[in-house]
């Protein structure tokens, strides 16, 4: 027997604002053709003047509790994943766990773009030392807010949005066909600190700053460690990889999720993409695509996901679940 935190369910919310490629051309010296043929990304969503983090956060976490048919007093632990909070304190978490009325205690985590495998791994750890119950995780960005949006290297390529998911422990067998997280692997390298960071912050320059980003050294860092961290998840849990259904991968690149397919041999069906629609939506990208593949139906109870991201840090990480 093991102790395990199964997901209940999902859910997702996305900002009404959609701006495309063609948008963008208008501010910055860019084209659809460059964006596309480089990312993948075809339009984002950004959110309107006053909708802040809290707010994503909440859509989605009520969203995630409807589907997992629980009510918010039974949730005992809120972990949120995000580089974009309300405030500089208190933890954008707290304002959700008070718009939700939800009891124990709630904490904001920041690791970026691979922040929501993160959170995922804290609140499993949470739940697996007797700590939490159930916890509610979360993703949830205005990223756009961080945006130089002269800058065409970076101005193009992210969105905003929010994920969630309702992580419930329980007893398991032990073995690789329990529901729930099977294992998660996180690694960080504060080495390469200045290849993807913002400019500010309350202890250097007390602005909030704006995102620099080395593009081609992320890339490369991307390929290799997320290579790396996917082969780790499988290799702890003795399995192949042609027992992924689902590969739910940070979205920050088309080149990069193919990258990882490819290497993995997963067929392009089993790839969950959203970064066309959503771009890089930094620590909700993975519950938004997860959320999408669940309602639409293509997850179904029992199938093996493979998650991973990576991100400013730089910090990476992937997560094994059975649904
Ligand atoms: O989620 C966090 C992790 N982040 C990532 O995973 C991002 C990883 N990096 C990337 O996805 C890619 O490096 C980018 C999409 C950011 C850039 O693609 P690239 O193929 O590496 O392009 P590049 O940076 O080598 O730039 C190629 C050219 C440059 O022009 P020159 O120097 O060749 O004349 C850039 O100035 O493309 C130019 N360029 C643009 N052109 C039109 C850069 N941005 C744009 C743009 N529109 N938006």
Not at 24 to 35: C, G, M
Not at 49 to 69: C, K, N, P
Not at 192 to 208: A, E, N
Not at 275 to 301: F, M, Q
Request: with cysteine.
């Amino acid at each position: 027997m093991a102790k395990r935190s199964r997901i209940l369910g999902c859910g997702s919310y996305l900002p009404a604002n959609v701006v495309t490629n063609r948008d963008l051309e208008q501010r910055v010296d860019t084209s659809d053709e460059w964006i596309v043929q480089r990312t993948g990304i075809k339009s984002r969503h950004i959110a309107a003047e006053g909708e802040m983090t809290s707010d994503l956060a909440v859509a989605a976490a009520v969203r995630a509790l409807e589907h997992a048919g629980v009510d918010a007093g039974s949730i005992d632990c809120i972990v949120l994943a995000t580089t974009t909070p309300d405030n500089t304190f208190p933890a954008t978490a707290t304002k959700v766990q008070a718009a939700l009325g939800t009891k124990g205690f709630a904490l904001d985590i920041q690791a970026v773009c691979a922040g929501f495998v993160y959170a995922l791994s804290i609140a499993d750890n949470f739940i697996r030392a007797g700590q939490a119950t159930r916890a509610l995780v979360i993703g949830a960005e205005t990223f756009s807010r961080l945006l130089d949006w002269n800058d065409r290297t970076t101005c193009v390529l992210f969105g905003d949005g929010a994920g969630a998911v309702v992580l419930d422990g329980y007893e398991g067998a032990g073995t690789s066909n329990d529901r729930g997280l099977l294992s998660t692997h996180l690694h960080s390298d504060g080495a390469h600190y200045d290849l993807l960071y913002v400019d500010g912050g309350p202890s250097s320059t007390g602005m909030t700053g704006h995102v620099r980003m080395h593009g081609q050294d992320i890339f490369r860092h991307a390929v290799s460690k997320l290579s790396a961290v996917v082969e780790e998840a499988l290799t702890a849990n003795g399995l192949e990889p042609s027992a992924v259904d689902w590969l739910v991968p940070h979205q920050a690149n088309q080149r990069i999720i193919d990258g990882i397919a490819r290497k993995l041999k997963l067929s392009s069906d089993k790839v969950v993409l959203t970064v066309d629609r959503h771009g890089n939506t930094s620590a909700a990208s993975i519950p938004l695509a997860l959320c999408e593949a669940v309602h639409d139906g293509r997850i179904k109870r029992g199938d093996l996901i493979l998650m991973e991201a990576i991100g400013g840090g730089l910090s990476w990480g992937s997560a094994l679940v059975r649904w």
